[in-house]
């Protein structure tokens, strides 16, 4: 009898350890990317970002204290556990799925993701905005973007300043490398 | 011989059954605490066992959850790596440069170069005094940095089109959109 307890404490002991760690990934706010690579073979242009933490906080080194700019560069990344972007550029439109968007929004459900933004528009595409909330800090963010010959998704993971981050473009000499060429535009961009 | 008293211990006994009686009562039940001598006493349980039991499943299930964590991140993709990859692939002439290199290959689609790609010629690896990195962390460090600065141009560059999208759209185009906090 006491045989059968102690298995059946300990069986639920192993649970409660599964469970803890189930819930922990769970709630990781990374997002997974990978099945997504086999669009790079159709995209004429593709952008594949994994950094880590150790990366992170090795590249960090580099942002010099005194320049301001690459002070609140620093500040910014401080802390991130990760930056993953994908970002692919196509020069027909319909080159990815329907199905491939709803895989990565299948990732950004409630509760552990709160979406921000969404915007759609059947000409432009779509632009979600979410983010990872642990009570009321950002411990992640993600950025589904969906035009007709684009498809971009951004995620970070750790504690995101949202309007430093979106201060940062055109103001902190962040280099334009030539990701988006000059190409008719037809956003609405006003 | 009296039978009755076979019975119901009525009447007078036979002395043989008086006899039997008095010999066989020494055996008789005696309510008394048992009384096992030292070498028949059972071995008394271990009271950790309990814990031992509950230590080793938490062991086990760390060290399954360690190793299930190190194939995980060995399995997964680590391209610390980050890059614009054109159709049409234009030959890179590297130059040698002491400054800042840059081994991110960026062309457009029209195979210009958007940054002249410049590598950094490496000899020996060394300590750099000022940041207590080797040649080759520092390279490493860089072309994160090269990673960061492209996926937080990307990232700000979405978020101001949600944020123009945004202020732009009509409101039917807006699905959802609150503060958080």
């Known amino acids: 009898m006491k045989l059968l307890f102690h298995a059946i404490s300990g069986f639920i002991c192993a649970l409660l350890v599964i469970m803890t760690t189930i819930t922990t990934y769970a709630q990781d706010p990374r997002i997974r990317l990978a099945h997504l690579d086999y669009l790079a073979k159709k995209a004429s242009e593709t952008v594949d970002v994994n950094i880590d933490e150790r990366l992170i906080q090795l590249a960090a080194k580099l942002f010099s204290d005194k320049d301001e700019d690459e002070a609140q560069i620093k500040k910014l990344v401080n802390g991130l556990k990760g930056i993953y972007v994908k970002s692919f550029e196509f020069d027909n439109e319909n080159e990815y799925s329907s199905a491939d968007v709803d895989s990565i929004r299948s990732q950004l459900r409630e509760p552990a993701w709160s979406r921000l933004v969404n915007v759609t528009s059947k000409r432009e595409g779509i632009v979600e905005v979410y983010v990872a909330l642990n009570g009321a800090d950002v411990v992640g963010l993600a950025v589904l973007s969906a035009e007709p010959k684009e498809l971009t998704i951004v995620n970070i993971v750790g504690p995101v300043d949202l309007q430093k981050l979106a201060k940062l473009e055109g103001n902190l000499g962040i280099p334009d490398l030539g990701i988006q060429p000059n190409k008719p535009k037809t956003k609405n961009e006003q | ?181």
């Open chain 2, 1 to 181: 011989m009296n039978e009755e008293y076979l019975w119901d211990k009525s009447g007078e006994p036979d002395p043989e059954i008086k006899q039997l009686e008095e010999i066989l009562g020494t055996l008789r039940y005696q309510p008394k605490p048992l009384d096992l001598s030292d070498e028949v006493q059972p071995r008394s349980r271990n009271r950790y066992l309990p814990l031992m039991a509950i230590a080793a499943t938490l062991l086990i299930a760390f060290i399954a959850g360690a190793l299930w964590l190190r194939v995980r991140n060995k399995t997964s993709p680590q391209l610390h790596k980050a890059g614009i990859e054109s159709p049409q692939p234009k030959q890179v002439v590297p130059h040698v440069d002491n400054e800042k290199p840059k081994d991110v290959v960026v062309a457009n689609k029209d195979g210009r170069d958007a940054t002249p790609p410049r590598i950094k010629e490496i000899k020996h690896p060394r300590t750099l005094p000022a940041s207590n990195m080797t040649a080759s962390e520092r390279q490493q460090a860089l072309e994160a940095k090269e990673q960061l600065m492209m996926a937080l141009r990307l990232t700000s560059e979405k978020l101001n089109l949600a944020h123009r999208k945004a202020q732009g759209a009509s409101p039917n185009q807006i699905r959802n959109q609150h503060k958080v906090g």
